[in-house]
């Protein structure tokens, strides 16, 4: 019994000898993941890491057994750092997972989510088979009886009240293909009602940081990090959202020493690892900024050169940063004069700086304005376009970079084409569609043009009577395609929106609060999709990689893959030939590769055409040759390229450009990577020059700014005679000299601008100043729901207003003053453990242990001033009339007069459970009060962004 | 000969809990028993630390000393092993570990504990390596396969180290010769100025 | 050496007193194969006391652990709070305790009491009825106290053998029994003492209500403790009612500490149930263990007087009718009110007086 082996002598009968005698059939999932033992013997790390992993300390030796262990690689599903989870796999069950040592974003590391994903394998908490409320019970359902009653109940509402009653709300969870093909859907569908959690994520990022130097994505990457001598983060908690980022930034302090600076609300678990926390008042990122850019602007410390080459309408923000001198913006953020004059030195003494902001920065009714702020700081400061600067802006899901991407938003098709008649005529082309049958889909041109609903409204939608909706109808039918309702605000309201549709569909791995958070009984159905360790495709991380996943195992139970349950339903509509008319169908499934090749034919304009299937595969496999810091190839079969083919991935995948790693880098030539700003906004204003001056990407035979590139352009440089005459064809058809590289779908344009080292987007200045926003320059605007009264009409919001189809209140809410009933500022972020609404992360049980209450964070002073002792039980009121019951977390993590409560939870509402709700055994294991349910109302003027990061609540002993 | 030590560097854990639920899975570790476990200490204020911690595989272990039926045994890597056959749960090592290493299923009489479960160094235990018995009874024996254990492998920010005392420390040791220029210059490293008395 | 008993006896008290420490060289009879540092401070020996914990003979470690205050608690997200201490290192002086002091003392106490029986029964034999038997026997006990008392005393024996099995297995009975073979009897007495802890309790409790108010001192008990019950005179009987002295004082005994036997049991029973404290744990089971070996002395004396040291005195606890002689020299005073209550009596055996001097020992072996 005692008998134990010497560690590496691996020998005896094998579990695998065991395994194949039972394989026969008679062995469930459940015993073979018990019995699983084994691993295959993972290859010894020669390099020590750069950050000083432990491996292999003594590599013992003999370990592989003969076995059939297949290695799978796919991308964790938890956050936009795409970590690689490399799979074990025994005859189709995921039996073991082992650190991906090779990949150069997470070097093997994982945080708590990614380190339990093979959970998903069990599934034991998941939803099993399509299933409907009748009568207030669940009942089990086949797929073709699904399929064909949410059918018929959607074409009943499209037939009475137009496509654009029913509401297709997608994911971030899709992979990049299904995310295409769930846009290509809604439009087939014949409305632009889809968005997806990017809405209430980064839309306000998406919006800002496009509108100011083209892009709106991170312009560098978690690796780049590594060059940064200073970081400053803003409103975002890595540590907690993004671990593994913190793996980078950690690294950047400890070896390039940079300067680790954390402005938050909150003493968060990043901030505890910083050298310098400065705490502000949640909602006054603007003031915070201007502070600091009141201090380099006041000592000269900004970079002048660079804003003459390349910053447009910086005088307009000198103006209005000289109104926040010290003393202002103390009475504005809390924050003491002193400190922020300190932040200013280091940002201005330590270069290159990188700018880092997640949510903190940009749910807010002002949110665009703040990460234009934050732009405008990097600027100031030289520091875009530079390796260890520029706007690292960390995404939250895996894929709602590309989700974005790809559209399933309500003001755009895929690559922001917009909703315009040209772009709708451009993807026709692509899809091999009539334009004339698309139109016919809609219910009318005005309508197939106008933005859509956005996910933070889609409530307002439901219960706004239809003569205040800018729609012929309000929505009658809603699809959860891979959405936490309970990441959302206004829960009470949206109960009732819930309770008023006519049809309610939600298609998830995971039953999610939407199927028990209203009362109803009938006419909700549950169809299971499969999860992205089910399927495969690419997914395209924060830093505008892409990572191709394998399919680790079938999806479990009954649950399908989100495009055979698109296909499913295109078929039932009636327009399965138009979704896949260059897509070859297997069975029901179509080929994910062809779907990345006709997005490849029609992503000019942000670089999605380069990354093939054949190549993202390649650079899986060849992780290993990737620097971890430049993530450049050194040698190999990609030598030069970028990791995961960063966007923009120029011309056709013949080409074989690099990708980009760092956006807007002028030292290095185009066709590896660099490019100036994008001229997207025109090329003057006012009289002023929007294009570069003395500034281009070297090897530019344009030296200095220029235009984006169109046919015309190219006779006019004389480049157009290094067309082919395919390209030249290509051309031709759409439109002669009016093409453009947007829109050219042979890719010609792009290649001959780059061959002479030119972008094919232009080279103009960022502009600083955007004129088509409500505040062109940014402006501090005080929190709809604000303690500070004093301050409300100095900074006032905005007027109420109708956009995005949908009523809008500003000033007729911030106009009464809550802050006597409701004293506390309310604020919410992350918990390592769960992601977005935890439907997913609350039933995986090894991470569900780790957090088993919801709670909030209450300052003792606020504690003890409402008799509130830690641990015990709190209500938590809203002023919209929402309340939760939580526990109380005492802690000086949130300063005085603020309280923050994670968003994970649900399932519990207003104090009573509705775990009896769930159909049974698909409750995820822990439950707890949504903060939605006490958050406010309040949406970005530009995005309709929902305001969770700043309102005010009441706190009361329960 | 080697010997096998954990370490977790204070400066860079954030508990993000990736070494608890990697041990969870890879060994399959049931709900309740936390063979890891992170700490934060001084929570939510400046100084704010965390440290992960699990059994240390101490070479002079009080459990191996208390056990009354003498189940608790070193290996030649100088990891800390237990017989689960032999336990009967009476919980003394438990009260010996000064790490609060041991666990127990609460599945004895009365809700007293049965047999101790702790962290093996992702060694498995004394069953035939690599058996099905090994695997049930204590998990994954990464260690026969020539791997580290996967709470290490998989730290987020590579605060936890686990390996050979001697590179572990000389690891250790280069980051905080690295560190040491410019701490205690800001904020709220003051830790360097203890560690630098290595 | 004039009687088996004696040797006995004696034997027992030398295994006890230096059993623990015989062995301490053989503990590690089976090492597994790969079990190389198979380090056991002998107890004792320098080291347990003083030594940190042992990582911290790696500088890095100590880098770490170094600052941590000893007892220091930290937030953890799991329920389970007490999960947030991260160093305690009391436990190497409840180790010590357990290992030494425990076992070296709780031995020393068993041993010494046998050898004082020992002794005792030596030089003082067997107590005998002076005056003989009568045949006329009158009833001590009913027989749901006879039930009480064994209930009791028997789930004692068991939990004082389980209990000092487990004290003193490895190093005394693993030798013998091999590690296998040890590890079941450890698991089955381990089951045993935890339920047969509910039935020593439930037989404390029955006995202490129906004892109780015999128990309480009472005018004869002075004299008693002043002729120290009349062992130190011959045919010297002080008065006593129900119970004299020496038994009340067995039995506050037994009440008090199966008292904090039991809820230092009950505590072990049901870890961290009652307390949160890890150092309320240790104590228990020091406590518990300490108690338990003196107690087991005690009882020694108890079953010694009551059996081997006494001459009819087990009559009383096993049929529950003892003769009239016998009570009358132990138990006068409630003799007198027995028969003044014309309660029943029986016949029994009889005997004649005999002197006490020329019987000594012989007797007995005749028996």
């Given amino acids: 019994m005692l008998v134990k082996k010497r560690s590496g002598s691996a020998n005896g009968p094998h579990i695998l000898s065991t395994l194949s005698a039972a394989v026969g059939g008679a062995i469930d999932r459940r015993t073979f993941l018990r019995r699983s033992g084994i691993a295959a013997g993972g290859a010894a790390l020669a390099a020590a890491l750069p950050v000083g992993a432990v491996r292999q300390a003594q590599a013992a030796g003999p370990a592989a057994p003969a076995g059939k262990i297949e290695m799978r690689k796919t991308v964790c599903t938890h956050c936009s750092v795409g970590c690689t989870v490399e799979a074990e796999v025994v005859n189709g069950v995921w039996v073991g997972q082992e650190p991906g040592y090779d990949s150069p974003f997470n070097l093997g590391a994982h945080c708590a989510k990614g380190a339990s994903v093979r959970e998903h394998a069990h599934g034991e908490r998941r939803l099993k088979h399509p299933m409907k409320l009748e009568g207030g019970k669940w009942k089990k359902i086949s797929w073709d009886e699904a399929v064909n009653e949410v059918g018929d109940r959607l074409l009943k509402i499209r037939e009475a009240n137009g496509p654009d009653s029913v509401f297709w709300l997608g994911s971030a969870k899709h992979n990049n293909e299904q995310a295409y093909l769930i846009r290509k859907f809604a439009a087939l569908w014949g409305t632009n009602n889809i968005d997806h959690q990017a809405r209430i994520c980064h839309s306000t990022t998406v919006a800002g940081v496009a509108n100011t130097w083209g892009y709106g994505a991170m312009t560098n990457s978690y690796n780049d990090i590594h060059n940064s001598k200073l970081i400053f983060l803003i409103g975002g908690n890595p540590a907690e959202a993004h671990p593994v980022a913190m793996q980078h930034m950690l690294h950047a302090k400890e070896k390039t020493k940079a300067k680790f600076i954390v402005a938050d609300p909150r003493f968060t678990r990043t901030a505890a690892r910083a050298d310098e926390y400065m705490r502000f008042r949640p909602g006054t990122d603007v003031a915070l900024i201007w502070g600091i850019l009141w201090h380099v602007l006041d000592n000269g410390w900004e970079d002048k050169e660079y804003i003459r080459r390349r910053v447009y309408g910086f005088e307009d923000i000198r103006a209005e940063v000289a109104k926040w001198t010290p003393e202002e913006v103390e009475r504005v953020t809390g924050v003491p004069g002193a400190q922020v004059k300190r932040v200013a030195q280091l940002m201005a003494s330590n270069k290159p700086g990188t700018l880092i902001w997640c949510m903190g920065g940009t749910q807010h009714s002002n949110g665009n304005n703040n990460t234009r702020a934050y732009c405008i700081l990097q600027l100031a400061l030289g520091n875009m376009g530079v390796s260890g600067g520029g706007t690292n802006i960390f995404r939250g899901h895996d894929n709602v970079q590309g989700a974005t991407d790809f559209g399933v938003v309500a003001d755009s098709l895929p690559g922001y084409y917009g909703l315009a008649e040209g772009s709708w005529k451009h993807w026709a082309r692509v899809w091999g569609l009539d334009y004339d049958y698309l139109l016919s889909r809609f219910h009318s041109k005005e309508m197939m043009e106008a933005t859509g609903i956005p996910v933070s409204r889609w409530i307002d939608g439901v219960l706004e009577p239809a003569e205040n909706l800018e729609q012929p109808e309000s929505l009658k039918g809603m699809v959860f395609w891979g959405h936490a309702p309970n990441s959302q605000t206004r829960l009470p309201e949206m109960k009732q929106a819930m309770e008023k549709l006519d049809t309610l569909v939600i298609i998830d791995p995971y039953p999610t609060v939407a199927s028990v958070l209203s009362d109803r009984t009938d006419g909700v159905y549950l169809l299971p999709a499969a999860t992205q360790f089910e399927t495969y495709g690419s997914a395209t991380a924060s830093n505008r990689s892409l990572q191709w996943r394998e399919k680790v195992i079938e999806p479990l139970f009954e649950s399908l893959p989100d495009h055979v349950i698109m296909y499913k339903f295109a078929k039932k509509f009636g327009f399965a030939d138009e979704l896949v008319k260059n897509i070859q169908v297997n069975g029901e499934e179509p080929v994910i590769e062809d779907i990345t090749r006709e997005f490849n034919k029609g992503m000019w304009t942000i670089g999605y055409t380069g990354q093939s299937p054949e190549r993202l595969k390649e650079h899986m496999k060849y992780q290993h040759t990737f620097d971890k810091t430049t993530l450049r190839a050194v040698g190999g079969p990609l030598d030069g390229e970028y990791y995961g083919l960063p966007w923009p991935c120029w011309g056709t995948p013949e080409m074989r450009h690099t990708g980009s790693a760092n956006l807007y880098d002028t030292s290095i030539p185009v066709a590896q990577g660099g490019m100036g700003f994008r001229a997207r906004f025109g090329v003057e204003r006012n009289g002023t020059n929007l294009l570069a001056e003395d500034s281009w990407p070297v090897g530019s035979e344009i030296e200095d700014g220029y235009p984006e590139f169109t046919m015309a352009m190219l006779k006019k440089l004389g480049w157009d005679k290094d067309l082919t005459d395919d390209e030249r064809k290509a051309i031709e058809a759409v439109g002669g000299d009016s093409a453009n590289w947007k829109t050219d779908l042979s890719g010609g344009i792009q290649r001959v601008a780059i061959a002479h080292g030119c972008a094919p987007y232009g080279n103009a200045k960022a502009r600083t100043v955007v004129w088509t926003f409500p505040d062109p320059v940014p402006l501090h605007r005080e929190p709809l729901y604000t303690p500070r009264r004093d301050l409300v009409a100095d900074y006032p919001t905005y007027e109420d207003k109708t956009f995005w189809r949908v009523p809008t209140m500003y000033a007729s809410i911030q106009k009464n003053d809550f802050s006597k009933d409701f004293p506390l500022i309310l604020t919410s972020g992350r918990l390592v453990e769960y992601e977005g609404g935890g439907d997913e992360t609350r039933s995986n049980p090894w991470l569900a242990e780790l957090q088993q209450d919801m709670f909030a964070e209450v300052n003792p002073y606020d504690a003890n001033n409402a008799g509130i002792r830690n641990g015990a039980d709190l209500w938590l009121h809203g002023p919209n009339g929402g309340k939760v019951l939580v526990k109380a977390l005492v802690t000086e993590r949130v300063g005085r007069g603020v309280v923050f409560m994670p968003f994970h939870f649900g399932g519990v509402f207003q104090g009573k459970s509705l775990r009896d709700k769930y159909p049974q055994g698909a409750d995820p294991i822990v439950l707890g009060e949504s903060s939605n349910t006490a958050q406010t109302y309040g949406y970005d003027s530009v995005t309709q962004m929902q305001e969770t990061k700043a309102t005010l609540c009441r706190i009361e002993a329960a | ?198 | ?367």
């Fill in chain 3, 1 to 367: 050496m004039r009687h088996p008993i004696v040797f006995l006896l004696a034997a027992l008290a030398a295994v006890v007193a230096f059993g623990p420490w015989a062995p301490a060289a053989a503990q590690d009879v089976r090492p597994p194969a790969n079990a190389t540092q198979h380090v056991q401070p002998t107890p004792g020996g320098p080291g347990i006391e003083a030594a940190p914990p042992a990582t911290m003979r790696y500088p890095s470690i100590t880098g770490q652990w170094g600052e941590i205050v000893d007892g220091e608690r930290g937030y953890v997200s799991i329920p389970d709070k007490k999960a947030g201490r991260l160093i305690q290192t009391q436990g190497m002086d409840w180790l010590s305790w357990r290992s030494e002091e425990v076992r070296r003392y709780g031995a020393y106490a068993v041993a010494a009491m046998l050898i004082a029986l020992t002794g005792f029964f030596a030089v003082k034999g067997r107590v005998k009825v002076d005056s003989g038997l009568s045949g006329r026997l009158i009833q001590r006990f009913k027989t749901h106290e006879i039930i009480g008392h064994w209930l009791t005393a028997g789930s004692f024996l068991l939990l004082a053998l389980t209990g000092t099995w487990l004290l003193f297995g490895r190093p005394l009975l693993m030798p013998v029994l091999g590690a296998d073979g040890y590890a079941l009897t450890a698991e089955i007495s381990k089951y045993m003492h935890n339920f047969g802890g509910f039935v020593f309790m439930a037989g404390l409790l029955y006995i202490f209500l129906v004892w109780v108010r015999h128990n309480l001192w009472d005018r004869y008990d002075f004299n008693w403790i002043i002729k120290a019950g009349g062992f130190l005179a011959k045919n010297s009987h002080p008065p006593a009612d129900k119970f004299n002295f020496g038994q009340k004082t067995v039995f506050w005994m037994v009440v008090l500490l199966g008292l904090a036997l039991s809820v230092t049991g009950l505590n072990l029973l049901m870890p961290f149930w009652f307390v949160d404290e890890i150092e309320l744990m240790q104590w228990s089971q020091i406590v518990h263990a300490g108690l338990g070996m003196g107690m087991f002395a005690l009882m020694l004396a108890h079953i010694y007087i009551g059996s081997v040291g006494m001459e009819h005195a087990f009559k009383a606890m096993s049929t529950g009718w003892v003769d009239i002689n016998w009570a009358r020299e132990h138990h006068s005073v409630w003799v007198d009110k027995y028969v003044a209550g014309n309660n029943p009596e029986r016949r029994g055996e009889s005997r004649p007086p005999t002197d006490g001097e020329q019987a000594h020992g012989h007797r007995s072996a005749a028996e």
């Fill in chain 2, 1 to 198: 000969m080697g010997k096998m030590v954990f370490l977790c560097d204070g400066d860079r854990c954030i508990e993000c809990n990736a070494c608890v639920t990697a041990c969870k899975n890879e060994n399959e570790v049931p709900w309740g028993i936390n063979r890891r476990r992170v700490v934060t200490l001084d929570d939510g204020t400046p100084g704010e630390k965390s440290l992960s911690v699990a059994c240390m595989h101490c070479s002079d272990a009080p459990c191996v000393n208390v056990c009354p039926t003498n189940v608790i045994y070193h290996t030649n890597d100088g990891v800390v092993l237990h017989n689960k056959d032999g336990c009967i749960g009476c919980g003394y090592c438990f009260y010996a570990c000064p790490f609060g290493a041991p666990q127990y299923p609460q599945e004895g009489n009365f809700g007293s504990r049965g047999k101790m479960d702790k962290c093996t160094f992702c060694n498995g235990g004394p069953e035939e390596t690599f058996s099905q018995a090994e695997y049930t009874k204590y998990g994954r024996n990464r260690l026969a396969e020539g791997k580290l254990p996967l709470c290490a492998e998989m730290c987020s920010t590579k605060a936890l180290l686990a390996g050979d005392a001697n590179e572990v420390s000389d690891i250790y040791r280069q980051r905080v010769v690295e560190r040491g220029f410019d701490s205690g210059a800001y904020g709220f490293s003051q830790s360097f100025g203890q560690q630098q008395k290595l």
